[in-house]
Each structure stands twice: as structure tokens, then as C-alpha cells.
């Protein structure tokens, strides 16, 4: 064809007519046209489609163009690329071209309902008769540019992240610092100012604040990736288990629980930060349920990762707020009631773990959130064969022993309203009587010095003889003693300890042992 084109063209030998000529040109701009990954499209006057190429049908799927201009005005919405203004209609490409301009590579977003924006590059014209000069219609040449710019925005979200990250990690380095002078010299502050009711309140006031500052840079620290971590392979299934102990508690009756697990799979993280991150999305969801709803945990394997998927059938997240849930101290919680640290912290968790952290929702119909983290070889086929969770799981039962009642009847609230079973007992010989008669339960947690001739160690000794599994921690506020600071299902808690450092420590004594 092109031969005998070439041939008419340059008054060559050809035995084509002039009409045939014509045909076979219209027959390669068609072509050309069809090639193009652009979209072509030109409409008359009225709005209605008298060509589009193939991108353009392609791109409509079957489904008819709109034949007027009041029906495109209806099918689409257009926006400026930064989507913060709506078009009017009389802004549009088409009645711009109607109108007689030409347009040079605007770019513009579109937004159809239920479906996530487009962004096109567009070039307008109208289209006018030689012969009248008159505007017939109009002819757009429109590149669909979406998928590089959410490339650009993801790009530009984990920049954005990668700087919040090292701002928070820099800060939150000297900040512990600060901390620490402070929290040290507060205990000094503390002995030195006891029979001073006013001054104790002040320094105990001191060292509350501290240790809440303390707390917030941890989960800054987790967020920029800088914690200490010890990572090891984890038995996901019988992690879950031990961690829904914890999980049940803390999001209340009124939520069911449902678990899926693969059995056999290991991660390799850190036990202790594995279970904060489970907790914070839990607690996340329970808040966006408001206490009643679904909860399901989802334990898969992926290429190489494993993930620990939470899902629940709360409120959901809009896209803005999708998009920054992992900023620190992003909340949409009312003041006091959240502080934006819970998705940091998984977030810098996943990262620093070599995993990584996906966030699905839409607003109403709940949110799935997938930590995906690297995959441990199992380790022995004994352990594969652990035999699976038992579901569902009953609260913790903890033995608090304390000669001071109020401290005693404070942990026993604190432990009680997170959902443990409680018994209390003044002293050793005390606690002894209780376990002889038959008093069941998985941990104490018993005050180092007591009356009665029994330290907190020589009652967990004694227990130990008859029940070696079970989990001991034992409090004290001296710091001279020279203790070991954990051992096999043991491990000593130094007073004061701030609420968090609680529940740390019985995630530990669950976890590892130790
Ligand atoms: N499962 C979820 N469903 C709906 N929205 C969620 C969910 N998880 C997180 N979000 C949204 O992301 C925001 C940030 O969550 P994040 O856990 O970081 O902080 P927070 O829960 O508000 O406070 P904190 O965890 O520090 O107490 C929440 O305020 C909420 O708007
Ligand atoms: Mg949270």
C-alpha cells in the first residue's frame, strides 16, 4: 500500500485511481491512528462521538460514549491534576474547543463515583470546515498518565515518611537523654524528700511525667526505625495463642474473635514488638467498631513473607486518612483519647524488621491492615508439631502478693480492668496456704520484701518445687539488690514501673519465658 501511495504521490507509474488513492490514505491514518496509545476522539457540535480511535474504545470497555454534552457532563467529573477544584462545565476541554480554543497539554484529573481518580494530559482543538470556517466540533488527543503518578505519590508518601522518620529518630535520641537525667534524679528527689507529703507528691509527680515522655519516645524510636530489636523465629500459631491472652481483654466481650492460621509458619521478629503491634492494631480496630463488631486475624504466607493480617467491620478510613494513618501523631481521635503513635510504631516495626505494613480500607466498610514480616525457617519438625491453639481462649490468672494493701488493691485493679483474673495474698505464708488449697492460676507476681520470714524469691522457690511452669515476676524497689535480673520463667521488675512496663514484662514471661 505504501509503495503504491508513494507512487501516486510523485506522479509515479500506478494505475490507481484518485479514489482509491484517497481510500487506502484513509486507510493508513486509520491505522496510524488505531497504533496511537494517546486516546483520539473528535465529537460534533452536540457532543455526540463521530471518531474514536482504538485507545478510546479500549479505555470506555464496551460501554457506550455519551451522545450529548449534557451526558458527559453526567459521566464525568472533572477536576485540576491537584484535585482540589471541580471544573465548571463551561471550563471543560469540550466547550473550551466548541468555543474555538485550542489546548496544549493540560493536565486534569477525572473522578467517577466509587472508583479512585484518573489523571489524563490533554490536548484540545476545534474542529472547523475549510470551507464555512465554521466550528463542526472538536478533537482531543489525551494520554492516560495514572498509573506514573501514583508512582510519583507513593514515591513522594515514602519520602515524606523516610523525613518524619529521621526528624522523630533525632529528636527522640536527645529527648531520651533529657529522660533519663530527669527520671534519675527524680528517684534521688524521691528518698530524699519522704515524710514531706507535698514534696513526695511533686517528685512522684515528676517521675510520672518522665516516664509517660519515656514511653512517647519509645513509640518515636519504633516509628524511625531505631529501637533495639531482638529478633527470632516465631511459631506464629502458638504466638497467637499466647497472644490473644492479652488480645481478649483488651477490646472487650462484645467483639468475636475470628482466627485463621496456617499452622507451621515462623517469622523472624521480635517477639515482644510483634506483640505491641498486634495489641495496636487490635486496639484499633475494637476503637472503630466502638466495642461491637468482627475481628479477624489472619495468619498466611506470602513470597517470602508471612502476614499477619488484622481485618475488622468498623467505620473504615477515607483515602486522606488512609494515607496518613502511619504519620505520628496522626489520630482522629479526640484529644486524650489517642496520641497517633499506635500505627507509627507497627509501621517502623514492619520496616525495620525487613517486612512491611499494608493498609486497606474504605470509609464504612472496615479496614484490613496486613504486617507482612521476613519468613523464619521452621526450626525443628518437633516444634511444627506443637499441637494447634485452642480457641477460645480464657483470661490470665494472676497471683499478686503484697504486704502493702494499698499497692496490692492498686494492681489488682490496674490487672483486673485489663481483663486478668485476680487473687491477692498479704505475704508468703499467706500465698502457701492459698496454693495448698488448691488455688489455680499461671502467674505471680509477688513483692520481693515481705514479713513473715518469706521474700517474694523464696516464695516463687518454693512454688517452683510443685509447679515449674509457672510464670513468676517478682517486684522490687531496692536498688542495691543484688539480684539477677531474670531467669527461666522468672524475671524481676524494678519499682516504680510504669503501666506499660507492666504489661511488657508479663508479654515477656508469655512469650519467651524470661
Ligand atoms: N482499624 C481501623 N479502622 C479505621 N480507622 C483506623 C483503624 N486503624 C487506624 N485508624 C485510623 O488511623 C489513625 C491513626 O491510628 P494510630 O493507631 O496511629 O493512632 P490512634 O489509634 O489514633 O492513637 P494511639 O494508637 O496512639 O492511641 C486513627 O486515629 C484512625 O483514624
Ligand atoms: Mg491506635
Same mark, same amino acid.
Request: contains cysteine; negative net charge; proline residues 5%.
Given at each position: 500500500?505504501?509503495?503504491?501511495?508513494?507512487?501516486?504521490?510523485?506522479?509515479?507509474?500506478?494505475?490507481?485511481?484518485?479514489?482509491?488513492?484517497?481510500?487506502?490514505?484513509?486507510?493508513?491514518?486509520?491505522?496510524?491512528?488505531?497504533?496511537?496509545?494517546?486516546?483520539?476522539?473528535?465529537?460534533?457540535?452536540?457532543?455526540?462521538?463521530?471518531?474514536?480511535?482504538?485507545?478510546?474504545?479500549?479505555?470506555?470497555?464496551?460501554?457506550?460514549?455519551?451522545?450529548?454534552?449534557?451526558?458527559?457532563?453526567?459521566?464525568?467529573?472533572?477536576?485540576?491534576?491537584?484535585?482540589?477544584?471541580?471544573?465548571?462545565?463551561?471550563?471543560?476541554?469540550?466547550?473550551?474547543?466548541?468555543?474555538?480554543?485550542?489546548?496544549?497539554?493540560?493536565?486534569?484529573?477525572?473522578?467517577?463515583?466509587?472508583?479512585?481518580?484518573?489523571?489524563?494530559?490533554?490536548?484540545?482543538?476545534?474542529?472547523?470546515?475549510?470551507?464555512?470556517?465554521?466550528?463542526?466540533?472538536?478533537?482531543?488527543?489525551?494520554?492516560?498518565?495514572?498509573?506514573?503518578?501514583?508512582?510519583?505519590?507513593?514515591?513522594?508518601?515514602?519520602?515524606?515518611?523516610?523525613?518524619?522518620?529521621?526528624?522523630? =529518630?533525632?529528636? +527522640?535520641?536527645?529527648?531520651?537523654?533529657? *529522660?533519663?537525667?530527669? &527520671?534519675?534524679?527524680?528517684? #534521688?528527689? %524521691? /528518698?530524699?524528700?519522704?515524710?514531706?507529703?507535698?514534696?513526695?507528691?511533686?517528685?512522684?509527680?515528676?517521675?510520672?511525667?518522665?516516664?509517660?515522655?519515656?514511653?512517647?519516645?519509645?513509640?518515636?524510636?519504633?516509628?524511625?526505625?531505631?529501637?533495639?530489636?531482638?529478633?527470632?523465629?516465631?511459631?506464629?500459631?502458638?504466638?497467637?495463642?499466647?497472644?490473644?491472652?492479652?488480645?481478649?481483654?483488651?477490646?472487650?466481650?462484645?467483639?468475636?474473635?475470628?482466627?485463621?492460621?496456617?499452622? =507451621?509458619?515462623? +517469622?523472624?521478629?521480635?517477639?515482644?514488638? *510483634?506483640?505491641?503491634? &498486634?495489641?495496636?492494631?487490635? #486496639?484499633? %480496630? /475494637?476503637?472503630?467498631?466502638?466495642?461491637?463488631?468482627?475481628?479477624?486475624?489472619?495468619?498466611?504466607?506470602?513470597?517470602?513473607?508471612?502476614?499477619?493480617?488484622?481485618?475488622?467491620?468498623?467505620?473504615?478510613?477515607?483515602?486522606?486518612?488512609?494515607?496518613?494513618?502511619?504519620?505520628?501523631?496522626?489520630?482522629?481521635?479526640?484529644?486524650?483519647?489517642?496520641?497517633?503513635?499506635?500505627?507509627?510504631?507497627?509501621?517502623?516495626?514492619?520496616?525495620?524488621?525487613?517486612?512491611?505494613?499494608?493498609?486497606?480500607?474504605?470509609?464504612?466498610?472496615?479496614?484490613?491492615?496486613?504486617?507482612? &514480616?521476613?519468613?523464619?525457617?521452621?526450626? %525443628?519438625?518437633?516444634?511444627?508439631?506443637?499441637?494447634?491453639?485452642?480457641?477460645?481462649?480464657?483470661?490470665?490468672?494472676?497471683?499478686?502478693?503484697?504486704?502493702?494493701?494499698?499497692?496490692?488493691?492498686?494492681?489488682?485493679?490496674?490487672?483486673?480492668s485489663a481483663g486478668f483474673q485476680t487473687t491477692t495474698a498479704a505475704d508468703g505464708?499467706?500465698?502457701?496456704?492459698?496454693?495448698?488449697?488448691?488455688?489455680?492460676?499461671?502467674?505471680?507476681?509477688?513483692?520481693?520484701?515481705?514479713?513473715?520470714?518469706?521474700?517474694?524469691?523464696a516464695l516463687a522457690e518454693k512454688l517452683r518445687e510443685r509447679r515449674p511452669e509457672?510464670?513468676?515476676?517478682?517486684?522490687?524497689?531496692?536498688?542495691?539488690?543484688?539480684?539477677?535480673?531474670?531467669?527461666?520463667?522468672?524475671?524481676?521488675?524494678r519499682k516504680p514501673y510504669s503501666s506499660n512496663e507492666l504489661f511488657g514484662a508479663?508479654?515477656?514471661?508469655?512469650?519467651?519465658?524470661?
Amino acid at each position: 500500500m505504501l509503495t503504491s501511495l508513494k507512487l501516486a504521490q510523485t506522479g509515479g507509474q500506478c494505475e490507481l485511481t484518485r479514489e482509491q488513492i484517497a481510500l487506502r490514505r484513509a486507510a493508513l491514518f486509520e491505522t496510524i491512528i488505531d497504533s496511537m496509545t494517546e486516546h483520539v476522539l473528535v465529537v460534533d457540535r452536540t457532543g455526540a462521538v463521530i471518531f474514536g480511535n482504538k485507545s478510546q474504545r479500549k479505555h470506555l470497555d464496551g460501554a457506550p460514549a455519551p451522545r450529548t454534552r449534557e451526558e458527559w457532563e453526567e459521566a464525568y467529573a472533572i477536576h485540576t491534576a491537584d484535585g482540589s477544584r471541580k471544573l465548571e462545565f463551561s471550563e471543560w476541554p469540550l466547550n473550551r474547543a466548541l468555543r474555538g480554543d485550542f489546548i496544549e497539554s493540560i493536565e486534569l484529573r477525572a473522578r467517577f463515583p466509587g472508583q479512585s481518580d484518573n489523571f489524563f494530559l490533554l490536548s484540545s482543538r476545534p474542529l472547523i470546515d475549510e470551507t464555512t470556517g465554521q466550528i463542526e466540533g472538536a478533537i482531543f488527543v489525551s494520554r492516560d498518565i495514572t498509573a506514573m503518578r501514583r508512582t510519583e505519590e507513593e514515591l513522594r508518601h515514602s519520602q515524606k515518611l523516610e523525613t518524619i522518620g529521621q526528624l522523630t =529518630g533525632g529528636i +527522640a535520641h536527645d529527648f531520651n537523654n533529657v *529522660l533519663a537525667a530527669v &527520671l534519675n534524679s527524680s528517684e #534521688v528527689l %524521691a /528518698r530524699a524528700v519522704v515524710g514531706d507529703e507535698k514534696l513526695e507528691r511533686a517528685a512522684a509527680t515528676i517521675e510520672k511525667a518522665a516516664l509517660r515522655g519515656a514511653e512517647l519516645t519509645r513509640h518515636l524510636l519504633a516509628f524511625a526505625r531505631h529501637q533495639t530489636l531482638s529478633p527470632k523465629p516465631i511459631d506464629l500459631a502458638s504466638f497467637l495463642t499466647d497472644a490473644l491472652m492479652l488480645i481478649r481483654p483488651a477490646i472487650g466481650a462484645m467483639i468475636e474473635i475470628d482466627v485463621e492460621v496456617q499452622h =507451621g509458619l515462623h +517469622a523472624f521478629a521480635d517477639p515482644v514488638q *510483634l506483640t505491641t503491634a &498486634l495489641l495496636n492494631l487490635c #486496639v484499633n %480496630a /475494637r476503637d472503630a467498631m466502638s466495642g461491637v463488631g468482627e475481628l479477624t486475624i489472619r495468619i498466611c504466607e506470602t513470597e517470602g513473607l508471612v502476614e499477619i493480617c488484622v481485618a475488622d467491620t468498623g467505620c473504615g478510613m477515607s483515602p486522606e486518612v488512609r494515607e496518613r494513618a502511619v504519620e505520628p501523631f496522626f489520630t482522629t481521635k479526640e484529644v486524650g483519647k489517642g496520641s497517633g503513635l499506635g500505627l507509627s510504631m507497627v509501621y517502623g516495626f514492619a520496616q525495620q524488621s525487613g517486612g512491611n505494613l499494608r493498609i486497606e480500607s474504605k470509609p464504612g466498610a472496615g479496614a484490613r491492615i496486613t504486617l507482612a &514480616l521476613p519468613k523464619a525457617a521452621a526450626p %525443628a519438625p518437633v516444634a511444627i508439631s506443637a499441637a494447634p491453639p485452642t480457641l477460645p481462649v480464657s483470661p490470665m490468672r494472676v497471683l499478686i502478693v503484697d504486704d502493702d494493701a494499698m499497692v496490692r488493691e492498686a494492681l489488682k485493679l490496674h490487672l483486673s480492668s485489663a481483663g486478668f483474673q485476680t487473687t491477692t495474698a498479704a505475704d508468703g505464708p499467706e500465698a502457701i496456704a492459698l496454693i495448698e488449697a488448691g488455688l489455680e492460676f499461671d502467674l505471680l507476681f509477688t513483692d520481693m520484701v515481705m514479713p513473715r520470714g518469706m521474700t517474694g524469691l523464696a516464695l516463687a522457690e518454693k512454688l517452683r518445687e510443685r509447679r515449674p511452669e509457672i510464670r513468676v515476676i517478682v517486684s522490687t524497689g531496692y536498688v542495691e539488690d543484688d539480684l539477677p535480673e531474670a531467669g527461666p520463667n522468672w524475671l524481676l521488675l524494678r519499682k516504680p514501673y510504669s503501666s506499660n512496663e507492666l504489661f511488657g514484662a508479663i508479654r515477656r514471661l508469655i512469650l519467651t519465658g524470661s
